[in-house]
């Protein structure tokens, strides 16, 4: 099992013409110059699979069937399939103390060398009751698995930034790896689910260079990144247009005008879903008719409503009416003290000075 | 009532025409061309991360001509390796199982990378046919 | 706080704040200003040709014989910054959604290039009016701290959201929120400064040219 990956590959029945026309697809995608694609093909190929512990906590699942569940067995499904996956609660045979033994076998004989995968957030409230496996809680395991990785991959939204389970009002406490975890290198790629090549093209990096991709300020792989979904939006010559869908079923809709003020947004989300698309490649949330809702950003669970449009008030104006009353009050009782103070003046004989008027 | 029912009218959005962005690949080319003359050197321009329009496209299409020989390649979707009318550039399109373009890249070289066999699936093909002449 | 927390606030409890001190200070000023009262006239009023209310309104609108040449820059900067500012504020779809959202009240956009146009047109025109402001002795003698911030507090707003536009500095969400931010400071503060005049100008021109017309003088 530990030979190098294109055996493993030929084993499964991929070319080697195949694997190297993935690669130079791959290094496209990254935005990598073609030779690095001929030489991610080789360093890949000759590579040995590194060992791989994939944590999953506070989650849904949702980001495990991203990866794996593909229509036709992708060669995304195979390199990581081609992973030696040594610890994977959903994918793996072993269940109970067998399984936690696999991960300490793994985390013993792989120290310092595993590259750990965690999907889910960390609950801290209750002493992070919330979410125990084997009964230890999340906290404690990531800490313990962390201290002898090489690196950590934040899959999905959740493990990066805490997801829909910190959602206000987070009832359980919920953090991000990048909470509590703060010695390691640590790649986010989120998005509720995250797109399958960004996880890939991670793994083809680490593999190829033995180090993590360039990361943006939220630590998310730049390639995949670093353009809003807005910038790269087909739709987009319709909102410099000013044409806008005003419902999800109006005739601009029909005629695929932006999708702005049903709230798509677009303009504040960084994510690969409009040049990469969805389902390999068939289509993407914004193409379907439904403005992005903002997965692969921190917090967009709370950014104010997924169909207000981002210009408009995130909360309803709740103190308008009351100021406007409390201004008018303001105005009337300083009316009186000016009358008051007129009448008073005019009583006294009071004269205007210069200063008076220069006030 | 079947979804064909609702009139879906596409638009596209003002058929964007020529950026200007492709005659400079063209002088690229030629420099590529000639250190492959003179050092056997290769080379690749990655047209898919570049900003070219669909019309762009067509007019390098256009310019480049269609050559003598074009291979086809069945592997996880169909990819065309076409000789473009200047023999020695080649016109590479990668296409995923779905038909849909994954990336497309413009080759310099005697033969394309990908056509050329490895001296390690040579080998396997050797051995395949020793076991072969073996058996008879 | 990450930068998509900052813009949800802004959109949110800062506008909610913004919005409210706004109103607060508008209808404060106004009843305070209408009711500071004047004594009654109680001469018969005369009648001069164009002395009235209305008449003012439009003759102060215009320059004065000679003033154009005396300062054009005040006249016609003034007239394109003020201009501009309107094209931007009610040409534009996001704030066009902005109001509808605030009142019902809905319009037509204009394409964003044109209003990107026009955003350069106004920061430029600014810019002129700040330097001849600065060059001008009188002008500047004249200038207090209000002047120089009332300036910054109209033109952030219209830097920020033409730099949001055009990806410039910092990350699109973060300009974003600034923009509104910046907004926001500028709500805060219309009513209590001079910029207040946006509301009293023309109730004031209109007063000033009515009181005068009944003395039969027009001006
Ligand atoms: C709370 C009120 C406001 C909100 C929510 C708001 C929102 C926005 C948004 C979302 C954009 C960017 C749209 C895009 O990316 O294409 C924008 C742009 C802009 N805003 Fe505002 N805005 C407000 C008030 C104002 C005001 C009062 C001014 C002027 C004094 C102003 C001046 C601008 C300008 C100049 C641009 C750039 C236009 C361009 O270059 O195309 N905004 N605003
Ligand atoms: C109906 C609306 C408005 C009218 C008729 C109007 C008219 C005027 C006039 C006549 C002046 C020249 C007076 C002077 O030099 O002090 C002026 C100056 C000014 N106005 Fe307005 N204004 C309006 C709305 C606004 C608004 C909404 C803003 C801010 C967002 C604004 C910002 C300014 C500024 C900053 C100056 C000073 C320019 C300088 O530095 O010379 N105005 N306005
Ligand atoms: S649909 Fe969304 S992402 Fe596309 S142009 Fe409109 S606002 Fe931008
Ligand atoms: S379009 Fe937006 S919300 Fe939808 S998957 Fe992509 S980033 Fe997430």
Redesign the pocket.
């Known amino acids: 099992m530990q030979g190098p990956l294109i055996d493993t590959l030929a084993r499964r029945g991929v070319t080697r013409r195949t694997f190297l026309k993935y690669c130079a697809t791959l290094a496209s995608m990254m935005a990598l110059p073609p030779s690095v694609g001929r030489a991610m093909a080789e360093a890949m190929a000759a590579a040995k699979r590194p060992s791989v512990i994939w944590l999953p906590f506070q989650e849904c699942t949702g980001c495990t069937e991203s990866i794996t569940r593909s229509h036709s067995p992708t060669i995304e499904g195979m390199i990581f399939d081609m992973v030696s996956l040594d610890y994977q609660e959903t994918l793996m045979a072993a269940a109970g103390h067998q399984a936690e033994e696999a991960r300490h076998a793994a985390m013993k004989e792989n120290h310092g060398k595993y590259l750990l995968i965690v999907d889910g957030s960390i609950p801290l409230g209750i002493d992070g009751a919330y979410s125990c496996i084997g009964g230890r809680s999340n906290l404690d395991i990531l800490k313990e698995a962390a201290e002898g990785a090489a690196a950590i991959v934040a899959m999905g939204s959740c493990a990066s930034f805490g997801g829909i389970p910190k959602a206000n009002p987070n009832p359980t406490g919920a953090v991000s790896v990048s909470d509590i975890v703060k010695d390691k290198p640590i790649v986010n790629i989120p998005g509720c689910p995250p797109i399958p090549v960004v996880m890939t093209g991670v793994l083809a990096h680490y593999l190829t260079f033995g180090s993590l991709p360039e990361l943006d300020a939220q630590g998310r792989p730049k390639a995949f990144f670093g353009e809003t979904i807005h910038d790269r939006c087909y739709r987009r010559p319709f909102?410099d247009q000013g044409k806008f869908a005003k419902t999800f079923d109006d005739e601009g809709a029909r005629q695929g005008w932006c999708l702005f003020e049903l709230g798509c947004k677009g303009?504040v989300t960084h994510n690969a879903c409009a040049t990469v698309k969805w389902n390999g490649g068939t289509s993407w949330p914004v193409e379907s008719g439904h403005g992005c809702i903002g997965c692969s950003e921190p917090d967009f669970w709370d950014g104010g409503g997924f169909y207000k449009a981002?210009?408009?008030p995130a909360d309803p104006l709740k103190i308008g009416a009351a100021a406007a009353v409390a201004g008018a009050a303001a105005g009337v009782a300083v009316s009186f003290a000016n009358r008051a103070k007129k009448k008073a003046a005019k009583a006294a004989h009071e004269t205007t000075t210069l200063d008076d008027l220069e006030k | 009532m079947s979804l064909d029912a609702i009139p879906i009218h596409l638009i596209p959005p003002g058929e964007p025409g020529l950026t200007g962005n492709a005659p400079p690949l063209l002088h690229e080319l030629l420099e590529m061309v000639n250190r492959l003359l003179a050092s056997g050197e290769t080379a690749a321009i990655d047209l898919s991360a570049l900003p070219l329009t669909p019309a762009d496209l067509d007019w390098l299409r256009e310019r480049l001509g269609e050559g003598e020989i074009a291979v086809t390649l069945l592997a996880n979707g169909e990819s065309t390796l076409a000789e473009t009318g200047c023999p020695g550039i080649w016109w590479v399109t990668h296409h995923n199982e779905q038909g849909v373009v994954t990336s497309q890249f413009l080759e310099v070289a005697f033969v394309p990378e990908l056509v050329k066999a490895h001296p390690d699936d040579v080998a396997l093909g050797r051995d395949h046919l020793e076991s072969m002449m073996a058996d008879l | 706080m990450n930068e998509l927390q900052f813009l949800t606030w802004v959109?949110g409890p800062g506008?909610d704040i913004a919005v409210g001190i706004f109103l607060l200070g508008v209808l404060w000023r106004l009843i305070e200003i209408y009711s500071l009262g004047r004594k009654k006239d109680l001469a018969a009023p005369r009648h001069a040709a164009g002395a009235s209310g209305l008449h003012t309104v439009f003759r102060r609108s215009l320059p004065p014989q000679g003033m154009l040449k005396r300062s054009p820059v005040s006249y016609i900067g003034g007239y394109i910054f003020h201009i501009g500012?309107a094209i931007?504020?009610f040409g534009?779809a996001?704030?066009i959604l902005?109001i509808k959202n605030l009142t019902g009240l809905s319009w037509p956009a204009l394409p964003?290039q044109f209003?990107?146009m026009v955003?350069v047109v106004?920061m430029a025109a600014m810019v002129v009016v700040l330097v001849d402001r600065i060059n001008k002795p009188v002008k500047r003698f004249l200038s207090t701290f209000e002047d120089w911030f009332t300036w910054a507090v109209?033109f952030l707003?219209?830097l920020t959201?033409?730099m949001?536009?055009?990806h410039l500095l910092l990350p699109?969400t973060t300009m974003?929120a600034l923009?509104?931010l910046s907004?926001?400071i500028?709500l805060v503060v219309l009513p209590f400064t001079k910029l207040f005049h946006a509301f009293t100008l023309f109730g004031s021109r209109w007063y000033n040219g009515r009181i005068n017309a009944r003395r039969g003088v027009p001006v």
């Open positions: 909102y303009p981002l210009s408009v | 959109r506008l500012l931007v504020v534009f996001p704030h902005l964003s209003v990107d955003a106004t109209t707003p219209v959201g033409w949001a536009v055009q699109y974003l923009h509104i907004v926001e500028l």
